[in-house]
């Protein structure tokens, strides 16, 4: 085993290769101006802001080769390939001739990294410009400056600056050396390229930069990481949230060939946050070593707080607390007098039970803890908190923790909490410094999740006489992510509450919205657009039932219930948060809202005559500040059996700079919202996780996917506008969809996730 | 010991006889483009060909392939251009990519058998392998833009 994974250079080889070269001192400049005092929005907000000096992220060899450090984790979003288009773009590079490299994590140096929320292109896509801008105008003042020409007369095109007068051209990779030299514009004196001049961005199909090593099976990710002689190891965690171990007798895995080492893992101290679960790793010389090592371990474990836990009784807690008034989040009008007052007062109440993100590359990491630092090889969303763990947990300087980013086998959020990186630092130290790779068996994974909240929704309206809606009372109950953070608030936090629950652009007077408490006994944490999963589910189905109980046609009804086109303010709708973003750049448009549920809806053709059994549903949502409206197409068989023969989606993301990447993700978006709709449950007994693997924790296969996904993108060009985000708000609107159209099909309503076998014999 | 091939290359393993495939190629031979999904044939994304075969390389053990060929995704093609790779490029398949290799050796080896596929053919086929981005409607396509031609 000699093979040094390729990464582990990234740092030292970006700064051989070109513009960095040099030992000038990199400046760093705040994107914008902003006075310290001021609420910063965007990723100017983020921890590390924004870094926007080229010199920290491209360099360009002698041959020309345009190398992009890359800040923002890939895990399937495509980001490696579309922050190429920017770059190559602006720069006027050969698409063909730039590298994309991960840089390894260092928010001081790189601003904020953290690859979560949706965020990378609606935040990344101006900075890149302007890096990319800034060192096309450094490139054209060498050139002029070498030809003696003014530096208006030459251009860059096609990776060479070319002098359009005397026909001379050199290439990018002649010129890097003195641009590199020549000071970083300034950013009022950056000129950029109109829409209209784009090469890469907005344009379908590029191929993604990772295809090769993908299909061949070179592509690194963090459970491939190979460093010169690693050991393996698993961990045997407590079985209950909040338990530990008592004792244990390693006398029997230790006799198991390869085993090298058994160490006790302390339980965290409040506040969790990250930090692993404790337990007992077992030290191997390879991973399957290590995995019957620790099956040969005998271990008591004292369960502590949350050993009753229990979803079935939890669901009942959740239900009493609907019941009853909660903590008002939202309030307009006067609820209870036009409820009192309505001709009709509709409710329904919809359960989403726990779920796991299972990305399909479990949780593992390779970490080397010496007394000079830590070294990390790994898949995480987030290297910034390996990072501070790392530094906090070995009392070392953050600058000696480096963290190498490698490939997401898929991440949906779990990778943002790195408790297996901790893990295997821990093993790491407790060899002496060898390096050591920690693996999550599948089991570990869904057991040891930090699992998608639990909710019960309650919603209740009332409507006129004439079928209009005159009262929305939404009462959202869930324990919180924040309780990883704090003593347990046993309230949503208004990051929670602001992902649908308080963010409603209905158009009606009196809307409350309130959140009684309710306790987190396990761990949990985000998964893929997080708490609009329970709330869309919830108010995009009572939407079609209320639509059904006043005889109005669903879609009809919801674009009544949207209203006529206008720009909401996030604080007129007590939404707290509004995903990081300015409030004055981005209104809750129910225009946009509205042109996508015409969109889907015209897409899908809806009204149309359709087979018995058959069904069209809508929803509509607006999540990480983009637009989504679905339309589900499902036939109901004889006995219940499901088949979905096509979904369109219609979605405004603001512009598109990498349509088939959108496109991929609203796809992928759909099957996961399926999957979490027809099959999606963990739940407890006895304060530990039912499910197992895959047979227990189903998700869609391809013969359970819809036949046809068709997606519909609008306002793509819109360059003028801040952009949304892409990889999560396709998946809110798809369960309430499905489960409205398999009302239209046969009658029957589902209120409960997973769908399951709700529909057996039912119809 | 157990001998057989990986890619034509000749091993010879001493060690634990019930080490699965999986984690011999992945840990000892340092291999890793069959990947570790489930571990108990529920996912299919460490599938490799033992003797032209699609099989799930979490539950074969190293001492039960004596004498056989194992190839991996690493050897399925010289150059990495077998049609189903090649399909797979051209219709930007991947997402994240993990369990790709898993899902190119399956179709790999349902094209082999059946060149030419009918939907639910594929369906049937492809089912025992997960994709959690949902790549599946490209994956069918890629399939199908593969098919008689592998």
Redesign the interface.
Do not use: H, V
């Given at each position: 085993m000699t093979n040094i994974i390729k990464v582990a250079n990234v740092a030292r080889r970006s700064v051989l290769l070109g513009l960095a070269a040099g030992s000038f001192v990199l400046s760093v400049r705040l994107s914008s101006p902003a006075l310290a005092q001021e609420k910063k929005f965007g990723g100017d907000g983020m921890p590390g802001g924004l870094k926007d000096d080229p010199r920290l992220f491209l360099s360009i060899a002698e041959d020309g080769t345009v190398t992009l450090l890359c800040i923002r984790a890939e895990m399937g979003q495509g980001i490696r390939t579309s922050f190429g288009m920017v770059v190559a773009d602006e720069l006027e590079a050969d698409l063909g001739r730039v590298k994309v490299l991960q840089a390894p994590g260092d928010q001081t140096r790189f601003g904020n990294q953290d690859t979560d929320g949706s965020r990378s292109m609606r935040h990344h896509f101006e900075p890149l410009r302007r890096i990319a801008a800034a060192a096309r105008q450094m490139l054209e003042q060498e050139a002029a400056a070498r030809w003696s020409v003014p530096v208006t007369e030459v251009k860059a095109e096609n990776n060479g600056i070319v002098h359009a007068g005397s026909g001379r051209r050199l290439d990018f990779g002649a010129l890097a050396k003195g641009a590199a030299a020549r000071p970083v514009p300034a950013q009022d004196k950056l000129v950029f390229k109109g829409p209209s001049q784009f090469r890469y961005i907005g344009k379908d199909n590029v191929p993604l930069i990772d295809n090769m090593d993908i299909t061949t099976g070179k592509a690194m990710f963090g459970i491939d990481a190979r460093v010169e002689g690693m050991a393996y190891a698993v961990v045997a965690r407590p079985p209950v949230f909040g338990g530990k171990v008592k004792s244990f007798d390693a006398a029997k895995a230790m006799k198991v060939p390869g085993v090298l080492k058994v160490v006790a893992i302390d339980p965290p101290t409040p506040p969790v946050v990250f930090q692993p679960l404790g337990g007992v790793a077992v030290i191997a010389e390879n991973t399957f070593a290590a995995i019957k090592g620790r099956s040969q371990l005998e271990i008591q474990w004292d369960d502590g707080p949350n050993a009753s836990y229990d979803s079935v009784e939890y669901r009942k807690t959740l239900e009493a607390a609907a019941a009853k008034p909660g903590k008002v989040a939202r309030n307009d009008g006067d609820v209870d007098a036009a409820l009192a007052s309505a001709a009709k007062r509709v409710s329904a109440e919809y359960y989403v039970p726990h779920l796991a993100q299972a990305p399909m590359e479990p949780p593992s990491a390779t970490a080397r803890v010496t007394a000079q630092g830590c070294e990390v090889w790994c898949s995480v969303q987030n290297t910034e908190a390996v990072r501070t763990d790392l530094s906090k947990r070995f009392n070392v300087p953050i600058d000696k923790v480096i963290v190498h980013a490698l490939l997401l086998g898929g991440g949906f959020g779990r990778k943002s909490k790195p408790d297996f990186a901790s893990e295997a630092a821990i093993c790491s130290h407790a060899m002496g410094g060898r390096p050591v790779k920690l693996t999550f068996t599948r089991e570990d994974d869904l057991q040891h999740s930090f699992f998608h909240t639990v909710s019960v929704e309650r919603v209740e309206a009332g409507v006129d006489a004439n079928g209009k809606a005159v009262a929305w009372l939404h009462r959202t109950v869930a324990p919180s992510i924040f309780a990883l953070f704090m003593p347990d608030p046993k309230h949503e936090a208004p990051l929670e509450l602001a992902m649908g629950a308080v963010d409603n652009p209905f158009a009606i007077p009196n809307l409350r919205v309130e959140n009684p408490e309710a306790a987190a006994h396990t761990r949990v944490g985000w998964f893929r657009s997080v708490s609009n999963i329970p709330h869309a589910f919830a108010i995009h189905s009572f939407v079609a039932e209320l639509a059904a109980s006043v005889g109005r046609d669903p879609k009809d009804y919801l674009l009544e219930l949207i209203g006529p086109p206008r720009l909401i303010d996030a604080g007129a709708m007590s939404d707290a948060w509004l995903y990081g973003e300015d409030p004055k750049r981005y209104p809750f448009d129910t225009g946009r809202l509205r042109a996508v549920v015409e969109k889907a809806a015209a897409e899908a053709g809806w009204g149309r005559k359709l087979e018995q059994g058959r069904g069209l549903g809508i929803a509509a949502h607006r999540s990480f500040v983009s637009y989504t409206a679905v339309v589900t197409e499902v036939a109901v068989g004889p006995r219940g059996e499901l088949t979905i023969p096509r979904v369109d989606i219609a979605f405004d993301c603001g512009a598109v700079v990498n349509p088939d990447r959108v496109r991929s993700q609203l796809e992928g978006a759909a099957i996961q919202g399926i999957s979490l709709a027809t099959l999606g449950e963990i739940s407890f007994k006895n304060g530990r996780v039912v499910q197992t693997n895959f047979d227990g924790y189903e998700l869609t296969r391809i013969d359970g996917a819809p036949t046809e996904i068709r997606t519909h993108l609008v306002n793509t060009t819109a360059f003028d506008k801040p952009l949304g985000g892409v990889g999560e708000p396709g998946v809110p609107p798809v369960a309430p969809a499905l489960a409205n159209a398999i009302f239209a099909a046969c009658g029957k309503r589902i209120r409960s996730l997973p769908i399951r076998d709700q529909l057996a014999g039912k119809v | 010991m157990s001998k057989f091939t990986v890619n034509g290359k000749a091993q010879n393993f001493t060690?634990?006889p019930?080490?699965?495939l999986l984690?011999y190629l992945?840990?000892?031979v340092?291999?890793?483009?069959?990947?570790?999904?489930?571990?108990?044939a529920?996912?299919g994304?460490c599938t490799v060909h033992v003797d032209g075969t699609a099989v799930r390389s979490c539950q074969i053990q190293v001492g039960d392939i004596d004498g056989q060929a194992v190839i991996?995704?690493?050897g399925?093609s010289a150059d990495?251009n077998h049609p189903v790779?090649k399909a797979?490029?051209e219709l930007?398949v991947?997402?994240?990519?993990?369990?790709?290799?898993g899902q190119?050796m399956q179709a790999a080896s349902l094209l082999k058998d059946t060149p030419k596929p009918t939907d639910q053919q594929?369906?049937?086929a492809?089912?025992?392998?997960?994709?959690?981005?949902?790549?599946?409607?490209?994956?069918?396509d890629a399939i199908k833009r593969a098919s008689g031609k592998a």
């Open positions: - | 060690g634990d019930e080490t699965p984690w992945r840990d000892i340092g291999m890793t483009g069959t990947k570790f999904g489930c571990g108990r529920l996912c994304a991996t995704i690493e399925l990495g790779q797979w490029r930007n991947a997402q994240c990519g993990y369990c790709q290799t190119i594929i369906l049937d492809m089912s025992g392998n997960i994709c959690r981005c949902g790549t599946y409607p490209r994956i069918r």
